[in-house]
């Protein structure tokens, strides 16, 4: 038999050592390492373990429900009071972030867009959800609680929407906003909290949903459209008599574009993740910057 043979180039990386190692040195060595590197890995584990309890110990806040209705087929309306914790409802300061949410009794949370504004936390101590049903899962147990039911809250997560890319109004007269099914949910709280849209041009919003029945929030739609931001609704399945877009968002807009200075335009796209690619390439290639193009999906 042979003896293995290691390439003369062949150095330790450790700080410690400086010169070149021999084959034999490096073999006999390997049973130490190997036993260092075990011992290692468990006492890494131990501390990620350790912090891992603590920062779980310190993230989740108890907050009651105080209020839990449909909001659209599937979707439900769900606010839960969060007066008694201050340090929470400072840390939600921009449209677009979200948490994790936790049930009583299940592990795996959900997490979750805020869908009110930053300022109705302040005012009245409350943080409000659109939450979408599904079989299943946490936010299905979510939907069929009561109120006055509690619920553990995470820390607020995510830097949200970034509007100072596309401000002051004046320069960019043009935000292209894009939502489809419970997507909407962030966009509420961004047009509710204000970009100047009444200082714009052309605002728009493309909301897409399978039809009437499943889009949230249409009763808010005249306050919206009244602030700056025409709402323009597209359905994939309408029932008869819609007349107004039908299809995919991506395709609604495909067909109106009409977007005259692609250099002075911004663009916020939440919701499902082709929709959003696929105007992020429409946008693009018509000039549209992609430090201009806020996503949250």
């Not at 010169?19 to 990620?48: D, E, G, Q």
């Not at 201050?86 to 840390?91: G, K, N, R, T």
């Not at 504004?117 to 936010?139: D, M, Q, Y």
């Amino acid at each position: 038999m042979s003896t293995p043979s290691f390439s003369p180039s062949l150095t330790t990386t450790h700080a410690h050592f400086s010169h070149p190692l021999s084959s034999m040195s490096i073999l006999r060595r390997l049973p130490s390492l190997t036993r260092n590197l075990r011992f290692s890995s468990r006492n890494n584990r131990r501390v990620v373990t350790a912090a891992a309890v603590r920062q779980d110990a310190a993230i989740w806040t108890p907050a009651p429900l105080s209020l839990i209705e449909s909001a659209a087929e599937s979707l439900f309306h769900v606010s839960i009071d969060v007066s008694s914790s201050p340090d929470l409802v400072a840390s939600y300061t921009r449209p677009g972030q979200y948490l994790q949410l936790r049930v009583p009794d299940v592990e795996k949370p959900s997490f979750l867009a805020i869908a009110s504004p930053p300022s109705l936390a302040a005012s009245r101590g409350a943080f409000e959800f659109l939450v979408k049903s599904i079989a299943g899962s946490t936010a299905e147990i979510l939907c069929g609680l009561k109120r006055g039911e509690t619920v553990e809250l995470s820390a607020v997560m995510g830097n949200g929407f970034d509007m100072g890319r596309v401000d002051p109004p004046e320069e960019y007269p043009t935000v292209l906003i894009f939502a489809t099914g419970s997507g909407i949910s962030p966009i509420r709280s961004l047009i509710e909290t204000g970009f100047g849209a009444d200082r714009r041009s052309d605002v728009r919003l493309y909301y897409g949903a399978r039809n009437l029945k499943r889009m949230a929030y249409q009763e808010k739609f005249k306050e919206w459209e009244s602030s700056g931001v025409k709402v323009v609704p597209v359905l994939s399945q309408p029932d008869d008599g819609w007349t107004g877009e039908t299809g995919y968002v991506q395709a609604a807009f495909a067909r109106a574009k009409q977007v005259s200075k692609p250099e002075a335009a911004g663009a916020v796209l939440c919701g499902q993740k082709q929709m959003a690619e696929e105007i992020t390439a429409i946008l693009v290639a018509d000039g549209v910057s992609n430090d201009k193009l806020l996503k949250n999906f």
